[in-house]
């Protein structure tokens, strides 16, 4: 076991190799979806929000495994917490701050194709955790959720060739490079995801807080940090195709991908986060009207948005206890 001192260290490096590792990895699936002339926000809904995804993917997913195999106990509160986290710090933390940098224009698309998609694939893990399909029934409900996810990429596969763009020239070397980072990518993400694993439980046990609150919060945000810094500069930049579409596709991915592969290997009880998941459901139905009205999330929506982000954290730290004991 770890020491608090050490288990510190290990998490703020392995939050950073989840950083580098899927800062890269976007870079390189980015330029090679470029070549292949796919547009920006198809490239912001599947090829970006992969990238990003990858470090939630590599906790939950690892977290999952190692409490299949036996080598960490709360395998599910890790993999349930970190999803439930991230889907939330994307929709409040990371949209707002990129709207508070500079507003956000929506197109069509988004409003026509990404959000109900997101909408649904929300409500479907209210309805699978109620069922009982991730947790007596896990394999039956993994299994759906990965088809819904082939099902999703399909769908997106047809929609970037119908909306194919001119491609520039592009030298070999490049595209030798960009296979490079998206393996050196591949690999910062699962050493960065074990480190993250490790040194959270170790901290949630000297502080004696469950393993869900800090997937909840720290490892959340943690992992959601590639969707923040991509969604930022691409604010930053005016790429409001991908400021937005990262985030809708990402919390698509961390739905049906990520819990989807969990689910096959163990039960998730995520009954046992139900309240954090009505919560996850109230805020996506929130963005509706926000990203539908002109068209355009504005600064003052996106402080909006961070106020209720900062409920959320005291929530989860204070409110949830408080309520419960009560």
């Known amino acids: 076991m770890l020491s608090i001192g050490l288990a510190i260290v290990v998490f703020l490096v392995g939050v950073v190799l989840l950083y580098k590792g899927s800062d890269i990895l976007v870079d390189g699936t980015t330029h090679i979806a470029a070549q292949l002339g796919v547009s920006s926000l198809i490239i912001s809904v599947v090829v970006v929000a992969f990238g990003t995804s990858a470090p939630e993917f590599a906790i939950s997913f690892g977290a ?9 106990e709360g395998g599910a509160d890790i993999s349930v917490g970190n999803i439930i986290g991230s889907c939330v710090a994307n929709l409040l933390l990371v949209i707002g701050l990129s709207a508070v940098i500079r507003p956000i224009k929506i197109q069509k698309g988004v409003i026509r194709r990404e959000l109900p998609i997101m909408v649904l694939v929300t409500i479907l893990l ?16 993994g299994i759906l959720f990965l088809v819904f996810f082939v099902l999703f990429v399909f769908y997106f596969i047809r929609c970037a060739r119908n909306e194919r763009i001119k491609v520039e020239d592009y030298k070999k070397e490049n595209t030798v490079k960009d296979s490079v980072f998206i393996i050196l990518g591949i690999m910062g993400v699962v050493i960065g995801a074990w480190f993250l694993i490790e040194s959270a439980i170790t901290i949630a046990n000297y502080f004696q807080i469950s393993p869900l609150i800090i997937s909840l919060s720290m490892v959340a945000i943690g992992t959601s940090l590639p969707e923040l810094v991509v969604s930022i500069m691409a604010a930053y930049k005016n790429e409001s195709d991908i400021a937005v ?3 809708l596709g990402s919390n698509v991915f961390n739905i049906l991908l990520v819990l989807g ?22 805020v996506t139905f929130i963005m509706i009207p926000i990203i539908r009205s002109n068209h355009e999330i504005s600064r003052l929506e996106g402080v909006f948005l961070l106020i209720l982000y900062g409920i959320y954290m005291w929530y989860t730290f204070i409110g949830s206890s408080l309520l419960f004991s009560g």
């Open 261 to 282: 592969a969990a689910a096959l290997l163990i039960p998730l009880g995520s009954m046992n986060s139900v309240d954090h998941l009505i919560i996850l459901v109230c």
């Open 126 to 141: 209210l309805l699978f955790s109620i069922s009982g399909l991730l947790d007596g029934f896990h394999v039956i409900g």
């Open 64 to 72: 999952a495994l190692q409490d299949y195999i036996g080598t960490v």
């Open 245 to 247: 579409g990262n985030v």
